[in-house]
């Protein structure tokens, strides 16, 4: 199987020893309920290179899916828990994060709200805030960012923080013509 471009520019999590991106909501229908199966979302799910993170946000998004029958909803903790038998996913929401990445997801919820819903913003503020990059499919979450990336005061902040400041540091995948 293929890596992906984006692969290489992926950090390792020193804590757990590899590569890690967080995946939104609509990564996990694509794949599991919709069967999407390109080359690069079966990477994302299969690859024992790439661990997954997921955020409270698409913790909650994922074992409730809004767009899916409730019947649907065993199928998708099934596959979240053997994911996590693998040792290919961690849930970390906010309970795990250290007091600064905690203050500076909360204030980038704020400032990434401007242009971005509040859900996406969450899952955008917690892959910022800890370093994790983003894989999502979510054509509205991605054009979100190239627009809340054009926003002084939310450039200032992360450029203050040390945090990512560019779509390619807090999403894998190409930019979106905006």
Not at 10 to 34: C, E, H, W
């Amino acid at each position: 199987m293929a890596e992906p471009a984006w692969f290489a520019s992926v950090p390792v999590q020193t804590f757990f020893g590899k590569k890690m991106v967080s995946v939104d909501n609509n990564a996990i229908s694509d794949y599991l309920l919709r069967g999407l199966r390109d080359d690069e979302i079966v990477f994302v799910f299969t690859s024992p290179l790439l661990m997954l993170k997921l955020a409270r946000q698409v913790i909650g998004e994922a074992l409730m899916p809004v767009d899916f029958p409730p019947a649907d909803r065993p199928r998708v903790w099934d596959f979240l828990t053997g994911l996590q038998d693998q040792r290919k996913l961690v849930l970390l929401g906010t309970a795990n994060m250290q007091p600064g990445q905690l203050r500076h997801y909360r204030h980038l919820q704020h400032l990434l709200r401007v242009n971005i819903g509040e859900p996406d913003a969450r899952v955008l503020a917690d892959g910022i805030a800890t370093g994790v990059p983003i894989f999502t499919r979510e054509r509205r979450l991605r054009e979100g960012l190239v627009k809340a990336l054009r926003n002084a005061a939310l450039q200032t902040n992360l450029r203050a923080n040390g945090l990512a400041t560019t779509y390619q540091g807090i999403i894998v995948g190409p930019v979106p013509v905006v």
